[in-house]
């Protein structure tokens, strides 16, 4: 069983939502695997009330803010996600990280704040490109997993992990099956310490960047490696299908 993700980051507004819940199909041999999409938040009622959504296919939002309501112009909550038809919720992306500013203090409030709405967190950890080649990828995904896990108090709980090398996100470079199976394997060493053997074997590691049908075999195959988070690829509904089936 795989765990097959799209993020649909901003695009897809809430007719073209609907226009690709149209085209998007589950072959009936890949249904053990797990499929989620995070549709922009404008765009998630729209695809939670779609007639032609495979129920199967579950949603998810792609930022929350870590309070339940207020004064925060722009923001929206847990809450407001999951009563619109969000299960899960990405935490932490690094275009979050990079772009907007967001701490590794602001990704544990955010990973409460999606557990207390019962939604699941898929926390995205990853290098940069100089952090990387300064040798420090280790260091780096290990210390974004130890604050996230911080918010997480029960092992019972599930979550999710994606591992993004930044590297690798929106550039058409992919990290090498090899590369991913070293930082997945990593981070299910430290999942286990912190969370036990039993719990860490059942949280799946994703990986994320420039994942498409071409490279998905060969990803969803490497050691460690539960699902892929699919940016780019996931937009188009039969890239998408392609991408699942290659996770049979
Ligand atoms: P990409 O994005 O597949 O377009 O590289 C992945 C992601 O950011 O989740």
């Known amino acids: 069983m795989a765990v097959i993700a799209g993020n649909w980051k901003m695009h897809m507004a809430p007719e073209e939502a609907r226009t690709f819940f149209s085209a998007f199909e589950i072959d009936e041999m890949m249904a053990d695997n797990e499929v989620l999409i995070f549709p922009p938040a404008i765009s998630l009622l729209a695809a939670y009330k779609c007639e032609n959504r495979d129920p199967r296919v579950q949603l998810g939002i792609q930022n929350v803010h870590w309070e339940n ?10 809450e407001m996600a999951a009563s619109a038809g969000a299960s899960y919720a990405l935490v932490g992306h690094s275009e979050r990280r990079q772009l907007f500013g967001e701490t590794d203090e602001q990704v544990a409030l955010k990973v409460a704040a999606v557990l207390r709405q019962d939604l699941i967190p898929v926390i995205c950890v990853g290098e940069t490109l100089e952090e990387r080649e300064a040798g420090r990828v280790s260091e780096v995904i290990l210390t974004q997993l130890d604050l996230a896990l911080a918010s997480i ?11 993004e090398p930044v ?34 074997a059942r949280t799946e ?8 049908p071409s490279n998905a075999t060969e990803l969803l195959a490497a050691q460690d490696v539960d699902g892929v988070l699919v940016g780019g690829a996931s937009v188009n509904p039969q890239s998408f299908a392609e991408i699942t089936r290659a996770a049979g």
């Open 69 to 78: 309501s207020g004064a925060f112009t722009g923001e929206i909550s847990a």
């Open 167 to 200: 590297w690798a996100i929106g550039t058409g470079k992919t990290a090498t099956p090899k590369d991913a199976a070293g930082a997945h394997g990593t981070l299910r060493n430290r999942l286990e310490q912190a969370i036990g053997v039993t719990a860490a």
């Open 205 to 212: 590691i994703l990986y994320g960047g420039s994942v498409k």
């Open 153 to 163: 108090p029960d092992p019972e709980i599930r979550f999710l992990i994606a591992y």
